[in-house]
């Protein structure tokens, strides 16, 4: 509830996060609004919504100060680029939401090296299976607190489809 989003963010307050990640329902922006209303944290949101279009209001009211669009599930590059990029004509930032593998992960890197609001990129080298490491190379890692831009052609990735056959089982 809207209440205790805000409670959870004055409590967090005195550690000055980076931001809350979506302290409501996505779609909720009278929600939104009241948390942004009574808070300091900087309130980052939008890794469900799907489309540019949904948002509008976030944006026409400046309902959060970080945008987290995710480009598995909201269009590809293109719709992602276009949702940061209007964020950054009304100086949100951006950190897109990324739990996708090698593919989805490369292509948010070049996405974030495009950004001139990019913030961090989410991505869970840490938690992720042992297996999916091994879906192609390189596999990009953060290293020092940074990815390094992938090199190569396309997305500087290579796709093992001999690993991805022999371990489909483990995906099923």
């Known amino acids: 509830a809207p209440h205790q989003a805000v409670e959870i963010c004055r409590e967090l307050e005195k550690y000055h996060p980076g931001f809350v990640e979506e302290p ?35 944006f026409r009211d400046r309902l959060v100060n970080v945008v987290q669009p995710d480009i598995s ?22 950190a897109p939401h990324n739990v996708g593998g090698i593919i989805a992960t490369a292509a948010n890197v070049h996405l974030m090296a495009t950004l001139r609001n ?38 500087g990735v290579e796709v093992d489809v001999d690993f991805l056959r022999k371990n489909q089982a483990v995906s099923d």
């Open 24 to 58: 409501c329902r996505p779609l909720d922006v009278g929600a939104l609004k009241y948390v942004i209303d009574h808070t300091a944290v900087p309130i980052a949101a939008g890794e469900r919504l799907y489309l540019a279009a949904a948002y509008n209001e976030v």
């Open 73 to 94: 599930q909201c269009g590809g590059l293109l719709e992602v680029k276009k949702i940061c990029s209007t964020a950054e004509s009304l100086s949100i930032m951006a």
């Open 118 to 155: 990019g913030k961090i990129l989410e991505h869970f080298n840490d938690f992720s299976d042992s297996y999916v490491k091994n879906v192609g190379s390189p596999y990009p890692e953060v290293v020092d607190g940074y990815f390094s831009l992938p090199e190569g052609p396309g997305w």
